[in-house]
């Protein structure tokens, strides 16, 4: 099995930070790309940025600038540093792994999502 745990949310003012990490465990043979979504009460889940294993990096319009997506390929870790965070950012943010586990099999996991609220 392959587990996804999501860590970093809370709530945070205009303007602040915060620094998510998802990390990987259990039978996993290689992660490709990884990444972060988001998905705001009423609205669906969207895409905040990904990461190849290479390090090649692409984020939403909306978070260009103010968020950076990094990894820890040693560590199966992924980390979302948001700064300049705004109430249009609140959201539940999900990790995303491509996953060969060591059956062999190719496939995506999930993370139970993180809560971040950006609100004074």
């Given at each position: 099995?392959?587990?996804?745990?999501?860590?970093?949310?809370?709530?945070?003012?205009?303007?602040?930070?915060?620094?998510?990490?998802?990390?990987?465990?259990?039978?996993?043979?290689?992660?490709?790309?990884?990444?972060?979504?988001?998905?705001?009460?009423?609205?669906?889940?969207?895409?905040?940025?990904?990461?190849?294993s290479g390090g090649t990096t692409n984020y939403a319009d909306s978070v260009k600038g103010r968020f950076t997506i990094s990894r820890?390929?040693?560590?199966?870790?992924?980390?979302?540093?948001?700064?300049?965070?705004?109430?249009?950012?609140?959201?539940?943010?999900?990790?995303?792994?491509?996953?060969?586990?060591?059956?062999?099999?190719?496939?995506?996991?999930?993370?139970?999502?993180?809560?971040?609220?950006?609100?004074?």
């Amino acid at each position: 099995q392959v587990h996804l745990v999501e860590s970093g949310g809370g709530l945070v003012q205009p303007g602040g930070s915060l620094r998510l990490s998802c990390a990987a465990s259990g039978s996993i043979f290689s992660i490709s790309a990884m990444g972060w979504y988001r998905q705001a009460p009423g609205k669906q889940r969207e895409l905040v940025a990904t990461i190849t294993s290479g390090g090649t990096t692409n984020y939403a319009d909306s978070v260009k600038g103010r968020f950076t997506i990094s990894r820890d390929n040693g560590k199966n870790t992924v980390y979302l540093q948001m700064n300049s965070l705004k109430p249009e950012d609140t959201a539940v943010y999900y990790c995303k792994a491509m996953i060969v586990d060591t059956t062999g099999w190719n496939r995506g996991y999930w993370g139970q999502g993180t809560q971040v609220t950006v609100s004074s």
